[in-house]
């Protein structure tokens, strides 16, 4: 198959937005809308520059740039696989040690966005407390050579301090990452960066640059064999393709200072209410991911919609939604959240995805605590025990021991795998020593309801297996 190029002329394409982070996400998603834009002749003065702050990032912009920064993305949908080639994207920052490429290219005046997809994890959130630390070495080793920044969020400030003293309006900055508040949180780094450094440069951008919330939202697999494959097959020549749902979603804050696209003509929805349709997607669609999560890896089932399959965790998943997350979602505009339900079960039972169920159990302590742990403590503070979320919590304990139900080792799947392993091999006799991990639980796991739920659930899932305790959860 030989796919067409873009049906515009990206010779007159000229950059405005730098975006850092260039995964599979991106390119299925911010840079999909941009093509459509540009191929209705509109805000051709939008294109994307790529950038990245990870050595890792200097492979992905080889690749692209060896294919001049066109991307395959293949649309999955069960009834047929749909091709195209996106070419919203220019070119590609050199990935730099100090960024300093990245700096110039952010201080020119004709960017006017910096959008970021840098993973929940990213931002350096404390999980205990929800807010910016500070005392993360790669922040305080920014905060020391502000010149030289490591990190994305070092990088951003220095742009803007170099945009602040040449009297440039500064670009606004835009989370396209899955993060409760995301423009707030966004604005907690950049801000409690530059207070550690130079206070005078933190007030500026407080005062003068933008963060808009967002919530963005396609399912997007890990490329590997399996998408290099199928890219073979549709004749496609690609290192790097990117396969995905068919469904996507974006909906933003109109909060661009700077000026912006005119993304709503190709679908995005611009709102006062983000923060209800966030609420809504990482409380039903990623608390929804880790709940079938842990069970399916614990029973050694590889696929996304394998698990779907398995009727004990498409039973856990309703009920769990059903009781204990829906009821505490608070409206949206035009949204059923029953249909909304519906619709997330159908996307993680298509099985031309293949998502595996080892990307979703991926980095459980910095995911827990933004998709699951704010659902438990709603329940907690209405007077009900969630015991189906608890239940969640101890799966992953149980999943982090490094054994499955059959005893297959695990591989390590966390940034603090070490220390989860450790902490989950020592709770299988002492539950709420898990608990007890105060960055990840604070207050909660000091709940004694709690506690009392999830030593009966960790205990069980020890003495009788996976399966036995979700049929009991949902018989009960």
Not at 24 to 46: C, I, T
Not at 184 to 208: F, I, K, N
Not at 315 to 331: H, M, Q, S, T
Request: proline residues 8%; contains cysteine; hydrophobic residues 45%.
């Amino acid at each position: 198959m030989t796919l067409p190029m873009p049906a515009y002329d990206r010779s007159r394409l000229s950059p405005g937005i730098v975006h850092i982070g260039l995964g599979n996400f991106h390119r299925a998603h911010q840079a999909v809308y941009l093509d459509d834009l540009f191929s209705r002749g509109l805000g051709q003065d939008w294109a994307i520059l790529g950038a990245g702050v990870r050595p890792q990032d200097a492979r992905m912009r080889a690749a692209l740039l060896a294919q001049d920064c066109l991307s395959t993305v293949i649309e999955l949908d069960p009834a047929e696989h749909r091709a195209r080639r996106i070419g919203s994207m220019t070119g590609f920052i050199e990935v730099q040690p100090d960024n300093a490429a990245l700096i110039a290219a952010m201080s020119d005046p004709a960017i006017r966005i910096v959008s970021l997809t840098v993973t929940e994890g990213g931002y350096f959130v404390d999980p205990a407390t929800g807010r910016f630390d500070p005392t993360s070495a790669e922040i305080v080793a920014d905060a020391a050579r502000p010149d030289h920044p490591a990190t994305a969020f070092g990088a951003i400030l220095a742009a803007l301090k170099a945009r602040r003293a040449a009297g440039v309006v500064p670009f606004t900055v835009m989370s396209c990452d899955n993060l409760p508040g995301n423009g707030h949180v966004t604005r907690d780094a950049v801000v409690g960066l530059a207070r550690l450094s130079d206070p005078g440069l933190a007030d500026w951008v407080a005062a003068h640059v933008a963060f808009p919330n967002g919530m963005v939202d396609r399912i997007t697999p890990a490329t590997g064999p399996r998408e290099r494959a199928l890219a073979a097959r549709l004749g496609l020549d690609d290192p790097v393709p990117v396969t995905c749902e068919p469904f996507r979603q974006w909906v933003l804050e109109d909060n661009f200072p700077a000026g912006r696209p005119p993304l709503e003509a190709v679908g995005v929805t611009f709102t006062d209410h983000v923060h209800a349709y966030e609420a809504m997607k990482i409380r039903i669609l990623n608390g929804g991911h880790a709940i079938i999560a842990y069970p399916a890896g614990l029973l050694g089932i590889d696929l996304v919609h394998e698990a779907m399959a398995h009727p004990l965790i498409a039973g856990f998943l309703a009920k769990v939604e059903r009781d204990e997350i829906i009821p505490f979602v608070a409206p949206v505009p035009d949204t059923d959240l029953g249909d909304y339900l519906a619709l997330i079960q159908d996307r993680f039972a298509n099985p031309e995805i293949a998502d595996t169920v080892r990307r979703l159990c991926l980095d459980g302590s910095n995911r827990q605590p933004k998709f699951i742990l704010p659902s438990l403590r709603d329940n907690l503070v209405a007077g009900r025990v969630p015991r189906g979320l608890i239940l969640e919590s101890a799966l992953w304990c149980r999943y982090c021991a490094g054994v499955t139900d059959g005893g297959a080792p695990i591989a390590p799947n966390d940034p603090n795998w070490d220390r989860l392993t450790t902490v989950a091999q020592a709770a299988r006799q002492d539950p709420s020593r898990w608990l007890a991990m105060e960055d990840i639980y604070g207050a909660t796991g000091r709940d004694p309801a709690v506690i009392a739920a999830f030593d009966v659930a960790l205990r069980g899932l020890w003495a009788n297996g996976t399966a036995a305790v979700l049929a009991d959860f949902i018989a009960a």
